[in-house]
């Protein structure tokens, strides 16, 4: 990477691709393979081009603060080009008739695999500012992510560098909350809600990302590949990086609910006489109803994602033979493998006091086994029996392919349990007894950087400070720290900002021995001489003793600068920039390069460099990864959205060197849940395991819907699929309490539909014990078979009982257009409009008529007039459900016959038709809208008291 940023121009980038780095990567003395070796090489030299391109900033014209359209443009290109490399590359190299062969694993395959990870991943990464401000950006680094995921080739050998990717363009997009931010306390002034200008919005990434998550899940086996290669925690993947799936639906369950809450708070403005200034044109005629259909748009695609989710876990329930549905259920019901003890500490490690010579692993194994024996029931179930040969079923797999899901994550907190207790050696030693680490350093390195966040620093800086005794222990010391550091890029960095970046982001603290700082030191500045050798401006230096000892000069400047003073009346003299250069006049030549050092001590003056990033006190109260099924969203804590993207964008850096310390990592690669076997025991324990992590983040959006349903009725149909599957694949798990909780929700959310669903039946557990292990294949269908088939019938009955038409959409749409501020009247999607006209409103005091244009829809009659302006002010709106129609038959004149009275508790008058056809159409319409409005309004009262009602007991 670094080769390819540093070359000139054309002439010179394509002579050092082609002669220097291809021949170097694909070069081979067989004389009979030499086309494919010329066709590897130009291959490489065509990505290098794309990659050059790709990572090159975006100018901005100081004027205007503008791009420069040529930047941009060919930065567009470049990710567009990348993308057809990446998918024609593995056309031509793996052909579907060769796809199994051993084609895909020979030296120049592998070789460019491990460039497409080194090198388009990072450069994905490196463009994260300019996919938050040009979607278009966004969308091909997107489009990159979804074809390296989709196709089997590629997800197979890149497991770490997909699940970054993911974390990173996929799951913080949607942590970001919806990008259509009404002002901050807009609602509390009474004014309307508006998209706020402050920052850039990200509206049409977010919805990219959702309508990319649809082709995702479209595919079953995306939900189950996603849990069983990213769910539980690993020795080389980060807890960043762990739960994908649990944190891909939380977030968007989250995202969900929160554009629910946009829908329902434009609710309250859903009527004239609550929206501020009705006879004013609002600032924006268009933001309201903006706000309002992203909102929707962003409710529906989260539901439409959920529901295909939610889908696939049904789909594996259902596939599980219905002989083994009791027989599972009573395996976890007896003993839940991997969470039995998910949320207890390990045994003390005080003592190990007593047996610190022994063996820690067989300490560790007998601790465990006694805890698991004191847990276990006593009592014998009838069905144990079955429970424990599907459990040693289990087992026995698991154990062909090393530990087992629950072992590996416990055996990693027990690591760090004697990490923070006993040392770094101690820790280390178990992980290598226990088979989760070798000795090798290039591998411990690897730990140590991958692990950093859940490791005191002082820890960690005392490790890497270790010499050794024997020269070859001294070796093998000096290459973990090497390759600790080599993992960080000094490109482009002045020797202060190289250090300051080494001691402060590094995750550890520089031990306070001498002989450790210089041997820290002395790798730093191995890394930063490779880094920066030849680049004059940033590294004008000799050999790499220069950079040693300007490297401790800067770390003795910066004690000497910011040190506490011992007391008020005594101050201590500080070093000045002339001391400085004197210091370093024989050292590196420090007048020959004196605005340099200059600039080294303003910095250090200004900015100390903080050699202590985290105190061990908090490091050590840190919540332990892997415990329980909570799951950290990025930006969870962050203060406001500028923060949000700031820490998007920092984490750049951090990212890419964790993909340098995983890049040499051949254990990674991306297994298929279908590779693990077709056990029916397998494919249920994870299903289960999988619903039981996320019901309640899909229970919570549903449950949201239905409580806005009265302001948004669309929101129901929406809901409706996610609710069908989530009870469908409940039941097929015979798990009582979730089917429960489902079924409250179907009752409630069927009160707006008018059917009549007995919740009972579907919610109830079949009397007989072995009723389910009876239906095997060709016998009558399962109690649970029965229960989701009536829920199907129910649920396709309410969808169409939901159905919204959409002409009648377009009609409110129209018909808003025409009236002031009428955007208002969309902001109830369960509006509808009903008909129009011109009438005559009869004045009782004053005793004269004025015509007005009346506007009927579902809930509120509407008369207005036409304004100068050619659109319609509105003089009042009459809520349907307090209003009451009387037919005036007057004998004595003519006219009179063609009149009806409105009453209403705010007005009440007399209307004139145009003839005695037209009034009885007004009529009609009026009193079927009131009685269904009346029949709504009834309803939802209805459910909200039965809820209050069933709260209070």
């Known amino acids: 990477m670094y080769q390819i940023h540093r070359s000139g121009g054309s002439e010179l980038f394509w002579h050092d691709m082609i002669n220097q780095c291809g021949v170097g990567l694909f070069g081979s003395n067989d004389p009979s393979n030499q086309k494919a070796v010329h066709a590897n090489i130009i291959s490489f030299a065509i990505l290098a081009s794309f990659i050059k391109i790709a990572s090159g900033k975006v100018r901005i014209i100081s004027k205007d603060a503008d791009p420069v359209p040529r930047d941009v443009a060919s930065k567009l290109l470049?990710?567009?080009?990348?993308?057809?490399?990446?998918?024609?590359?593995?056309?031509?190299?793996?052909?579907?008739?060769?796809?199994?062969?051993?084609?895909?694993?020979?030296?120049?395959?592998?070789?460019?695999?491990?460039?497409?990870?080194?090198?388009?991943?990072?450069?994905?990464?490196?463009?994260?500012?300019?996919?938050?401000?040009?979607?278009?950006?966004?969308?091909?680094?997107?489009?990159?992510?979804?074809?390296?995921?989709?196709?089997?080739?590629?997800?197979?050998?890149?497991?770490?560098?997909?699940?970054?990717?993911?974390?990173h363009f996929v799951l913080k997009i949607l942590c970001l909350g919806p990008q259509i931010h009404p002002s901050k306390g807009s609602f509390d002034h009474g004014n309307i809600p508006i998209v706020s200008g402050e920052m850039p919005s990200l509206l049409n990434q977010q919805v990219a990302v959702l309508e990319e998550l649809k082709v995702w899940f479209s595919n079953p086996n995306t939900a189950l590949d996603l849990y069983v290669n990213y769910d539980s925690p690993e020795e080389m993947l980060p807890s960043a990086y762990?739960?994908?799936?649990?944190?891909?639906?939380?977030?968007?369950?989250?995202?969900?609910?929160?554009?629910?809450?946009?829908?329902?708070?434009?609710?309250?403005?859903?009527?004239?006489?609550?929206?501020?200034?009705?006879?004013?044109?609002?600032?924006?005629?268009?933001?309201?109803?903006?706000?309002?259909?992203?909102?929707?748009?962003?409710?529906?695609?989260?539901?439409?994602?959920?529901?295909?989710?939610?889908?696939?876990?049904?789909?594996?329930?259902?596939?599980?033979?219905?002989?083994?549905?009791?027989?599972?259920?009573?395996?976890?019901?007896?003993?839940?493998?991997?969470?039995?003890?998910?949320?207890?500490?390990?045994?003390?490690?005080?003592?190990?006091?007593?047996?610190?010579?022994?063996?820690?692993?067989?300490?560790?194994?007998?601790?465990?086994?006694?805890?698991?024996?004191?847990?276990?029931?006593?009592?014998?179930?009838?069905?144990?029996?079955?429970?424990?040969?599907?459990?040693?079923?289990?087992?026995?797999?698991?154990?062909?392919?090393?530990?087992?899901?629950?072992?590996?994550?416990?055996?990693?907190?027990?690591?760090?349990?004697?990490?923070?207790?006993?040392?770094?050696?101690?820790?280390?030693?178990?992980?290598?007894?226990?088979?989760?680490?070798?000795?090798?350093?290039?591998?411990?390195?690897?730990?140590?950087?991958?692990?950093?966040?859940?490791?005191?620093?002082?820890?960690?800086?005392?490790?890497?400070?270790?010499?050794?005794?024997?020269?070859?222990?001294?070796?093998?010391?000096?290459?973990?720290?090497?390759?600790?550091?080599?993992?960080?890029?000094?490109?482009?960095?002045?020797?202060?900002?190289?250090?300051?970046?080494?001691?402060?982001?590094?995750?550890?603290?520089?031990?306070?021995?001498?002989?450790?700082?210089?041997?820290v030191?002395?790798?730093?500045?191995?890394?930063?001489?490779?880094d920066n050798a030849g680049d004059i401006a940033n590294c004008p230096f000799q050999d790499q003793d220069t950079c040693f000892l300007v490297s401790f000069a800067i770390i003795m400047l910066n004690t000497d600068l910011h040190k506490s003073q011992p007391s008020k009346s005594k101050t201590l003299k500080k070093m000045t920039r002339s001391e400085f250069i004197a210091n370093l006049r024989h050292v590196c030549a420090a007048d020959k390069f004196q605005s340099y050092i200059y600039d080294i001590y303003d910095a250090i003056e200004m900015s100390p460099i903080l050699v202590s990033p985290n105190s061990p006190q908090k490091t050590k109260k840190k919540k332990r990864r892997g415990h329980g099924n909570s799951s950290s969203l990025p930006f969870k804590h962050d203060k406001d959205f500028a923060t949000s993207l700031q820490a998007w964008v920092k984490s750049v850096k951090s990212t890419q060197e964790l993909l340098r310390t995983l890049a040499d990592q051949n254990d990674n690669d991306f297994t298929s849940f279908d590779d693990q076997g077709d056990e029916d025991t397998d494919l249920w324990y994870v299903?289960?395991?999988?619903f039981s992590a996320n019901w309640h983040h899909i229970h919570g959006l549903i449950n949201a819907t239905v409580e806005n349903a009265h302001i948004d009725i669309s929101g129901l149909d929406a809901a409706s699929a996610s609710l069908e599957y989530s009870l469908c694949t409940a039941s097929y798990l015979d798990m009582s309490i979730e089917v429960a909780a489902f079924s409250k929700l179907l009752e409630r959310l069927n009160r707006f539909s008018g059917l009549k669903v007995d919740t009972e039946k579907v919610s109830e557990r079949s009397s007989d014990e072995n009723e389910t292990s009876k239906n095997i294949a060709g016998e009558p269908p399962s109690a649970n078979t029965q229960k989701v088939d009536q829920v199907r019938s129910l649920t396709k009955k309410l969808q169409t009982s939901l159905f919204v038409d959409?002409?009648?959409?377009?009609?409110?749409?129209?018909?808003?257009?025409?009236?002031?501020?009428?955007?208002?009247?969309?902001?109830?999607?369960?509006?509808?409009?009903?008909?129009?006209?011109?009438?005559?409103?009869?004045?009782?005091?004053?005793?004269?008529?004025?015509?007005?244009?009346?506007?009927?829809?579902?809930?509120?009659?509407?008369?207005?007039?036409?304004?100068?302006?050619?659109?319609?002010?509105?003089?009042?709106?009459?809520?349907?459900?307090?209003?009451?129609?009387?037919?005036?038959?007057?004998?004595?004149?003519?006219?009179k016959h063609h009149s009806f009275y409105i009453h209403h508790p705010n007005k009440s008058f007399a209307v004139v038709t145009s003839g005695k056809a037209e009034k009885k159409l007004w009529i009609e319409d009026i009193r079927n809208s009131i009685s269904s409005e009346i029949s709504r309004k009834a309803k939802v009262e209805g459910a909200r008291l039965e809820r209050v009602k069933k709260s209070a007991k």
Not at 104 to 110: C, D, E, F, Y
Not at 316 to 325: A, D, G, R, V
């Open 521 to 530: 030191i002395s790798t730093f500045s191995q890394c930063y001489w490779e």
């Open 687 to 690: 299903t289960h395991q999988m």
């Open 806 to 895: 959409d002409t009648k959409v377009q009609a409110m749409k129209l018909v808003a257009n025409r009236i002031r501020n009428g955007e208002v009247l969309l902001n109830d999607p369960s509006r509808t409009f009903v008909r129009e006209g011109d009438l005559v409103k009869r004045h009782q005091l004053a005793g004269r008529s004025s015509t007005y244009r009346f506007f009927l829809f579902s809930d509120v009659l509407v008369y207005a007039h036409k304004s100068s302006q050619g659109d319609y002010v509105v003089h009042e709106e009459l809520q349907l459900h307090l209003m009451k129609i009387e037919d005036i038959d007057f004998h004595s004149s003519k006219s």
């Open 78 to 167: 470049s990710l567009e080009l990348l993308f057809h490399f990446i998918k024609m590359w593995h056309t031509a190299a793996c052909p579907e008739d060769l796809f199994e062969s051993n084609m895909n694993s020979t030296k120049a395959t592998a070789t460019m695999i491990y460039l497409i990870r080194r090198m388009v991943v990072p450069t994905m990464l490196s463009n994260t500012a300019a996919s938050i401000e040009d979607c278009r950006v966004y969308q091909r680094v997107l489009r990159i992510t979804s074809h390296l995921w989709c196709n089997p080739y590629y997800r197979r050998k890149m497991k770490v560098d997909l699940a970054i990717l993911i974390e």
């Open 242 to 519: 762990c739960k994908l799936l649990n944190k891909l639906i939380e977030a968007l369950c989250t995202l969900g609910e929160k554009c629910a809450t946009i829908v329902s708070d434009h609710g309250r403005f859903a009527s004239f006489s609550a929206s501020p200034k009705k006879s004013a044109p609002l600032r924006k005629d268009n933001d309201m109803v903006q706000v309002r259909e992203a909102a929707l748009k962003m409710r529906n695609m989260c539901f439409d994602v959920i529901a295909k989710i939610v889908k696939s876990m049904m789909d594996c329930s259902e596939n599980i033979p219905q002989n083994q549905h009791q027989l599972l259920h009573s395996q976890s019901d007896s003993f839940d493998i991997g969470q039995s003890f998910s949320n207890e500490m390990s045994p003390p490690l005080a003592m190990l006091g007593a047996t610190e010579d022994e063996n820690i692993v067989d300490y560790w194994h007998e601790s465990i086994e006694k805890r698991k024996a004191s847990l276990q029931p006593t009592v014998t179930t009838p069905s144990e029996e079955t429970s424990q040969s599907a459990a040693s079923s289990l087992e026995l797999k698991q154990s062909k392919s090393g530990e087992s899901r629950s072992e590996k994550p416990e055996s990693l907190e027990t690591a760090f349990e004697l990490i923070s207790r006993k040392g770094m050696k101690k820790g280390i030693d178990y992980l290598i007894a226990k088979n989760l680490l070798t000795r090798s350093p290039k591998h411990v390195s690897s730990f140590l950087r991958v692990h950093q966040s859940s490791i005191d620093p002082v820890i960690l800086g005392e490790y890497l400070g270790e010499g050794g005794i024997d020269g070859i222990d001294k070796d093998y010391w000096n290459l973990i720290r090497f390759y600790y550091v080599r993992a960080v890029s000094f490109v482009g960095m002045n020797i202060e900002k190289a250090l300051r970046h080494f001691l402060t982001n590094c995750g550890f603290r520089l031990p306070g021995e001498a002989q450790k700082i210089d041997r």
